[in-house]
């Protein structure tokens, strides 16, 4: 395996990965959101177009019983491709509005994304009749650009191709470049640069290609110089293809962070949470799951179901305050204070305590009554709760099931006691 093999793999492998890491947002999102569709659509659609482009599936399908398959595929995939990314060209000056003073590049984008659907379903017809007719796939093939050098019906094919792909790219090097000049945000002029540095680089690929293939057809090159040019650019459009991937990503950097940290919120919360809806099956939206379950619900963002998750939590505390005797609140914190070492784990702690004896209770079938003291809130917005009750969730991991129902027996005892001083 050569090193151009190699990074062919590896590439592709990035493109699918980014493509896997956007689908989620772009399948279940708001139905709205263009952009994100779009986006995505790009990324699916050149990854397939790479991995026809790697040695193993290349050799694969071109040795089918459809000779240079892979060609065919890579082109009808990457056209596609190119239809999306001009989608998300005109996606992004979606604000603009359609009447008034409309600036000159955002009229030229959605004149361009007009003109692309038709020019794309020109573009895969007239591929698909070329491939057929005039271009000689007697032998296959695994370099086709310098295996079919000189010959005027696979120049006729790829010119076609070229013709497409180079004008997109200059559309989109044109649009990212002047979205990078008024670009506010760091990470967002970065980004949009290595994106336009990337069509910049398709420019010169297919003029450089186009070139060469017409000036082959006058005068034939030899087999080492055909093969050293077409791995030479070949090389330039994995780079290429890299920053892309890289550019179109960095924007979306800042969201990783706060991602990992609701899924880490997720992870922590769920044994407490499933507990809690065990016990009160008719809270939740959907039938408590396992944790590999939760996390692939890919249908509601992380973010809303910590939000249904926190609330469903409160709601069912507060319905097990009608099964937990009053002095249950003073026990389980005189339980947390004899087992905490750490100040700061007491105040977690005891309503972990709380919530286990009270499911106890609950579980014993203690006939309901008056609502009960429970702790006072420990935050004053959700990002506090929800750090609040990841502390909750980790004391109860501790609690054992026997320690909870002595919690739950002395403070029933406490309260016959109380009872009987009472009388």
Known sequence: MTPLDLAGYLIAGLMTAVALWRMPAALWGDEDDRRRRALWGCYAGFAAALWTKTRVVRIGLNDSSVTDLSVLIKHYTATVAILAILSYIVAIYGQYPDAGDVPRHVRFARLIQQVAAKASVATLVLLTVLFFTVVDRSVP?????????????????????????GTASAVCAYQWALATASAGLRRLRIGLGMMTFAMFIGVGYTVSRTLFLWVSVIDPPSEAFALDFDEITEASQVVLFAFFA??????????????????????????LWHELMAAFPDQPFDPPASLVRELTRFGTPADLRIDRWTADIADAVEKLRHYAPDTLLAAAGAAAEATATDRERTGPLTDAYWIKAALAAHADGAAPGHAAAVGTQHATDQDGEVAWLVRVAAAYRTVTADRARQVLESSTETAAAAKEQTA
């Open 141 to 165: 093939s695994d370099r086709f650009v310098a295996d079919h050098a000189g010959q005027w019906g696979a120049t006729l094919y790829m010119s076609v191709f070229y013709l497409y792909l």
């Open 246 to 271: 890289v550019g179109a990503s960095i924007p979306a950097l800042s969201n990783i962070r706060r991602r990992a940290k609701l899924w880490r919120a997720q992870v922590r919360l769920h044994a």
